[in-house]
Structures are given as structure tokens and as C-alpha cells.
Nanobody, 123 residues
Framework: QVQLVESGGGSVQAGGSLRLSCASS????????MGWFRQDPGKEREGVAT????????SYANSVEGRFTISQDNAKNTVYLQMNSLKPEDTAMYYC????????????????WGQGTQVTVSS
């Protein structure tokens, strides 16, 4: 029913840009949170950016503030993550998530997850 599908990952050199997309379907709520998380092998999944669909208010992890931008196209039920000035430490599997109110920086807050899209940044 509820499905999140990420796309747009790939390999890029340091300093380059990528735009990730998360297409969603099957939601019954018009107002909820969307988020991007990332995870490298052997590390915990960490929050990258969030957006509240109703207001468009966003939040970012300190590590990506000023470089990444989360946005939405509600008509297409799609959330984007524009990633600029990419660094090797940004390399990870990036996951799209959807959920309701809670601590947005805890993975347990989120109700639905996509399968992820790989981002690799080389130096």
C-alpha cells in the first residue's frame, strides 16, 4: 500500500552534485513528515534532512547544513534531496522515510522506509 521509492543515486567526484528523489504512494494523510537518512556499512543510520509537508518547514543535520536542500513537489508526491559540494564522507546508502510527529532524529520515529539509493563520492 504505502510505498517509497528512491532514485538518483550514483557515483560522483568530490565537489560534485546529485539530486535524489523519493516518490511516494498510498498515503492517507496530507500532512506528515518526510525525511532522508543515510547509512554506511558498520555505522548507525543517521538523519540528514526532514521536511513537514503541510508547512514546508525543514531541518538539517549539522554535517550537511548549507550543502543539502530538501524540497517537495506535492502534486507529484515526491520529495527531493539536492546535494551540492559533495564530500567523500557523504558516501552512504540514502533512505527516504515518512512518518508522523515525534523526535525526527530517531529512526524509530519513522513509520515507512524506502529501499535506499547508493551515493558514492570519490576524492
Amino acid at each position: 500500500q504505502v510505498q517509497l521509492v528512491e532514485s538518483g543515486g550514483g557515483s560522483v567526484q568530490a565537489g560534485g552534485s546529485l539530486r535524489l528523489s523519493c516518490a511516494s504512494s498510498g498515503f492517507t494523510h496530507s500532512n506528515y513528515y518526510m525525511g532522508w537518512f543515510r547509512q554506511d556499512p558498520g555505522k548507525e543510520r543517521e538523519g540528514v534532512a526532514t521536511i513537514y509537508r503541510g508547512s514546508g518547514i525543514t531541518s538539517y543535520a549539522n554535517s550537511v547544513e548549507g550543502r543539502f536542500t530538501i524540497s517537495q513537489d506535492n502534486a507529484k508526491n515526491t520529495v527531493y534531496l539536492q546535494m551540492n559540494s559533495l564530500k567523500p564522507e557523504d558516501t552512504a546508502m540514502y533512505y527516504c522515510a515518512a512518518g508522523l510527529a515525534g523526535n525526527l532524529w530517531l529512526t524509530s520515529t519513522w513509520r515507512y522506509w524506502g529501499q535506499g539509493t547508493q551515493v558514492t563520492v570519490s576524492s
